[in-house]
Nanobody, 126 residues
Framework: QVQLVESGGGSVQAGGSLRLSCTPSGYIPGIYCMGWSRQAPGKEREAVAAISSDDRSNYAESAKGRFTISRDKLANTLYLQMNNLKPEDTGVYYC????????????????????WGRGTQVTVSS
Protein backbone atom coordinates (compact mmCIF):
# COMPACT_ATOMS: atom_id res chain seq x y z
CA GLN A 1 0.00 0.00 0.00
CA VAL A 2 1.26 3.45 -0.89
CA GLN A 3 2.36 5.53 2.05
CA LEU A 4 3.49 9.10 2.36
CA VAL A 5 7.05 9.67 3.59
CA GLU A 6 7.80 12.79 5.58
CA SER A 7 11.20 14.34 6.19
CA GLY A 8 12.70 17.58 7.45
CA GLY A 9 11.74 17.48 11.09
CA GLY A 10 14.22 18.37 13.82
CA SER A 11 14.93 20.48 16.85
CA VAL A 12 15.09 24.26 16.67
CA GLN A 13 14.91 27.17 19.04
CA ALA A 14 11.91 29.45 19.17
CA GLY A 15 11.94 31.84 16.25
CA GLY A 16 13.69 29.37 14.00
CA SER A 17 12.51 27.74 10.79
CA LEU A 18 12.08 24.27 9.35
CA ARG A 19 10.86 22.96 6.02
CA LEU A 20 9.04 19.65 5.96
CA SER A 21 8.76 17.52 2.83
CA CYS A 22 6.42 14.70 1.91
CA THR A 23 6.62 12.27 -1.01
CA PRO A 24 4.47 9.22 -1.81
CA SER A 25 6.25 5.87 -1.64
CA GLY A 26 4.42 4.81 -4.79
CA TYR A 27 1.96 5.98 -7.39
CA ILE A 28 -1.18 7.82 -6.32
CA PRO A 29 -3.39 8.51 -9.36
CA GLY A 30 -4.50 11.99 -10.21
CA ILE A 31 -3.75 15.39 -8.77
CA TYR A 32 -5.26 15.55 -5.36
CA CYS A 33 -5.69 17.44 -2.15
CA MET A 34 -2.80 17.19 0.33
CA GLY A 35 -2.16 18.56 3.76
CA TRP A 36 -0.34 18.54 7.06
CA SER A 37 -1.57 17.67 10.51
CA ARG A 38 0.28 17.57 13.81
CA GLN A 39 -0.11 15.95 17.17
CA ALA A 40 1.44 17.25 20.36
CA PRO A 41 2.02 14.96 23.34
CA GLY A 42 -1.23 14.38 25.19
CA LYS A 43 -3.28 16.32 22.65
CA GLU A 44 -5.53 15.42 19.77
CA ARG A 45 -4.35 15.63 16.20
CA GLU A 46 -4.73 19.11 14.70
CA ALA A 47 -4.84 19.99 11.02
CA VAL A 48 -2.34 22.69 10.09
CA ALA A 49 -2.62 23.34 6.36
CA ALA A 50 -4.17 21.95 3.19
CA ILE A 51 -3.65 22.56 -0.50
CA SER A 52 -6.08 21.65 -3.25
CA SER A 53 -5.41 20.09 -6.64
CA ASP A 54 -5.47 23.61 -8.15
CA ASP A 55 -3.10 24.92 -5.47
CA ARG A 56 -5.57 26.78 -3.29
CA SER A 57 -4.35 26.66 0.30
CA ASN A 58 -5.96 27.11 3.67
CA TYR A 59 -4.53 27.16 7.16
CA ALA A 60 -5.38 26.71 10.79
CA GLU A 61 -5.45 29.99 12.69
CA SER A 62 -2.33 28.93 14.59
CA ALA A 63 -0.41 28.58 11.32
CA LYS A 64 -1.54 31.67 9.45
CA GLY A 65 1.25 34.14 8.71
CA ARG A 66 3.97 31.71 9.79
CA PHE A 67 3.51 28.49 7.76
CA THR A 68 3.32 28.08 4.01
CA ILE A 69 2.13 24.94 2.28
CA SER A 70 3.24 24.32 -1.29
CA ARG A 71 3.70 21.51 -3.75
CA ASP A 72 5.97 20.63 -6.63
CA LYS A 73 3.80 18.58 -8.94
CA LEU A 74 6.69 17.58 -11.17
CA ALA A 75 8.68 16.30 -8.19
CA ASN A 76 5.47 14.95 -6.62
CA THR A 77 6.46 16.53 -3.33
CA LEU A 78 4.53 18.49 -0.72
CA TYR A 79 6.22 21.05 1.49
CA LEU A 80 5.48 22.92 4.69
CA GLN A 81 7.70 25.93 5.33
CA MET A 82 7.49 26.84 9.00
CA ASN A 83 8.87 30.17 10.16
CA ASN A 84 8.93 31.90 13.54
CA LEU A 85 8.41 28.57 15.26
CA LYS A 86 7.04 28.54 18.79
CA PRO A 87 7.30 25.89 21.53
CA GLU A 88 3.59 25.14 21.03
CA ASP A 89 4.40 24.01 17.49
CA THR A 90 6.17 20.99 18.95
CA GLY A 91 4.70 17.67 17.88
CA VAL A 92 4.71 14.94 15.28
CA TYR A 93 3.80 16.30 11.86
CA TYR A 94 1.90 14.02 9.48
CA CYS A 95 1.41 14.34 5.76
CA UNK A 96 -1.97 13.36 4.33
CA UNK A 97 -3.51 13.06 0.89
CA UNK A 98 -6.87 12.31 -0.75
CA UNK A 99 -9.00 12.23 2.37
CA UNK A 100 -12.76 12.12 1.77
CA UNK A 101 -14.56 15.44 1.59
CA UNK A 102 -13.52 19.04 0.91
CA UNK A 103 -9.89 20.10 0.88
CA UNK A 104 -9.97 22.12 4.08
CA UNK A 105 -8.20 21.98 7.42
CA UNK A 106 -11.59 21.57 9.02
CA UNK A 107 -12.16 18.29 7.22
CA UNK A 108 -8.54 17.18 7.47
CA UNK A 109 -8.65 17.56 11.22
CA UNK A 110 -11.18 14.76 11.54
CA UNK A 111 -10.03 12.64 8.61
CA UNK A 112 -9.07 9.03 9.19
CA UNK A 113 -9.16 7.75 5.63
CA UNK A 114 -6.91 8.61 2.72
CA UNK A 115 -3.15 8.30 2.48
CA TRP A 116 -1.03 9.09 5.53
CA GLY A 117 2.60 9.16 6.53
CA ARG A 118 4.20 7.96 9.74
CA GLY A 119 5.18 11.45 10.81
CA THR A 120 8.26 13.51 11.50
CA GLN A 121 9.10 15.01 14.87
CA VAL A 122 9.37 18.77 15.30
CA THR A 123 10.69 20.08 18.62
CA VAL A 124 10.82 23.79 19.37
CA SER A 125 12.62 24.89 22.51
CA SER A 126 12.17 28.20 24.25
Amino acid sequence: QVQLVESGGGSVQAGGSLRLSCTPSGYIPGIYCMGWSRQAPGKEREAVAAISSDDRSNYAESAKGRFTISRDKLANTLYLQMNNLKPEDTGVYYCAARWPGPCTVGVLGAAKQGYWGRGTQVTVSS
